[in-house]
């Protein structure tokens, strides 16, 4: 499989704190970028999805693509304990292809 | 939204045995369905795509054999843990993919099976 690599942390950040998240795909020719939230035991949670390179904003959080240097990152403002959780970096090659996980980071927000 | 049903969401079976996992889509077709397995602290791992109608496509490593897909129906794929041992135990999950307009990002995912093999 194609790889996607982060940093699986602990990353652990206090209350109101921003969070930055990072995430390396290898294949070159990947075209949709995901990151989810997965609470221990549960599926994945859809937080963001990039398709183009630059920023991508919804709320507290920012998706950030560079298909040059193969890096998307996630941030996230005003951290709160309940976005604790581990967040997954997927990617895709073509709409309708099968997502390609990577490990995960554990992301804990201290109160 | 579009929605996966996943059966059952824990089971523990004896080894040597069989386990059959089931993901039925509710409330629309879903033509590919992907399974993933997931041990602890790791990330999830494709296992195969299965297309209705036609042979799964399994991932380099996964034993066909072992693992047996049947996507029969637009509504319902299947996975067989086949002669389980305990080194099977782990988190499966499936997803499917919806349109866009249904399901941000366009997968949509079963809410996962827990597989503890004794």
């Known amino acids: 499989q194609k790889e996607v690599e982060q940093n699986s942390g602990p990353l652990s950040v206090p209350e109101g704190a921003i969070a930055s998240l990072n995430c390396t795909y290898s294949?070159?020719?990947?075209?949709?970028f995901f990151w989810y939230r997965q609470y221990s035991g549960k599926s994945p949670e859809l937080i963001m999805s990039?398709?183009?390179?630059g920023d991508k904003e919804d709320g507290r959080f920012t998706a950030q693509l560079n298909k040059a240097s193969q890096y998307v990152s996630l941030l996230i403002r005003d951290s709160q304990p309940s976005d604790s959780a581990t967040y997954l970096c997927?990617?895709?090659?073509?709409?309708?292809?099968?997502?390609?996980f990577g490990k995960g980071t554990t992301l804990s927000v201290s109160s | 939204g579009a929605v996966v049903s996943q059966h059952p969401s824990r089971v523990i079976c004896k080894s040597g045995t069989s386990v059959k996992i089931e993901c039925r889509s509710l409330d629309f077709q879903a033509t590919t369905m992907f399974w993933y397995r997931q041990f602890p602290k790791q990330s999830l791992m494709l296992m195969a795509t299965?297309?209705?109608?036609?042979?799964?496509?399994?991932e380099q490593g996964v034993e066909k054999d072992k693992f047996l897909i049947n996507h029969a129906s637009l509504t319902l794929s299947t996975l067989t843990v086949t002669s389980a041992h305990p080194e099977d135990s782990s988190f499966y999950i499936c997803?499917?993919?919806?349109?866009?307009?249904?399901?941000?990002?366009?997968?949509?995912f079963g809410s996962g099976t827990r597989l503890t093999v004794v």
């Open positions: 990039i398709y183009s390179n």
């Open positions: 997927a990617v895709s090659r073509q709409a309708g292809t099968a997502l390609i």
């Open positions: 294949d070159r020719g990947s075209q949709s």
């Open positions: 997803s499917a993919r919806a349109s866009l307009d249904r399901v941000p990002g366009g997968y949509t």
């Open positions: 299965s297309n209705e109608g036609s042979k799964a496509t399994y």
